[in-house]
């Protein structure tokens, strides 16, 4: 990660300019603290360096360790960033909105790495076994190229909350078929298949059965390998 002063001298020089790299695809930045900015800042600052180079280069993929107060300062430009296709915040517990604000903003995204993903707050009025309803009603169709999510999961969290996350992105992203969770994989399936079988989720049982059998077309990856 380049320091603050780095980062300025690229700017001034124009280093990244529409001709100067053509195949630059992946962007990948490590965490850096400097002690003479808050955290937030310098992220805010490292964030907008390399939303920079988007209009510039046809960056494809995007790997940084961002936090959530600095995703939600940043979201509103990530627009500028359309052309992302794999996007890897390995740092964030994201929640669902966070997920479908994010799809939102990059039409092409196809894959998602994330810490385990949550619900979070419950929209106003709205119960929890009416989520499936609500995000249909609210959301459906987002994110026509959506097809996967890498999510790391907690032992010691709520898999039944990242699993009816996975579920209810499933039914806003009409070709998401395929949950990587770095977990036992036939545990997760199996907290899968029984959420289904719920009164929740049963009206949509043949819409959602397609993640069930995603994972056949897909090889589980390592976190960190992106699918070419």
């Not at 603290?33 to 510039?56: C, H, K, R």
């Not at 994989?185 to 907290?191: A, G, P, Y």
């Not at 995603?214 to 992106?226: D, P």
Request: hydrophobic residues 45%; proline residues 8%; charged residues 15%.
């Amino acid at each position: 990660m380049p320091n603050p002063q780095i980062v300025k001298i690229i700017r001034e020089y124009k280093v990244f300019t529409p001709a100067s790299h053509p195949k630059l695809q992946h962007v990948s930045l490590g965490a850096m603290f400097d002690p003479e900015l808050s955290l937030f800042n310098t992220d805010v600052d490292y964030m907008q360096f390399v939303l920079s180079i988007g209009p510039n280069a046809p960056v494809r993929d995007i790997c940084y360790p961002l936090t959530n107060p600095v995703l939600q300062y940043m979201l509103p430009v990530f627009g500028e960033y359309a052309c992302i296709q794999v996007l890897m915040l390995e740092t964030l517990h994201l929640h669902l909105w966070d997920v479908i604000a994010l799809i939102k903003t990059l039409p092409l995204l196809s894959d998602l790495h994330t810490l385990y993903p949550a619900i979070g707050a419950l929209p106003y009025g709205v119960a929890e076994p009416e989520l499936p309803e609500y995000v249909i009603a609210n959301y459906a169709p987002t994110g026509k190229r959506f097809r996967c999510c890498h999510f790391s999961i907690d032992p010691t969290g709520d898999v039944n909350n990242s699993v009816r996350c996975v579920l209810l992105l499933a039914l806003v992203c009409p070709n998401f078929d395929y949950a990587a969770i770095y977990m036992c994989i036939q545990i997760f399936m199996i907290h899968m298949r029984a959420m289904i079988a719920t009164d929740e989720f049963r009206p949509y049982e043949s819409r959602l059965r397609r993640l069930l059998f995603g994972g056949a077309k897909n090889e589980i990856r390592n976190v960190g390998q992106l699918r070419r």
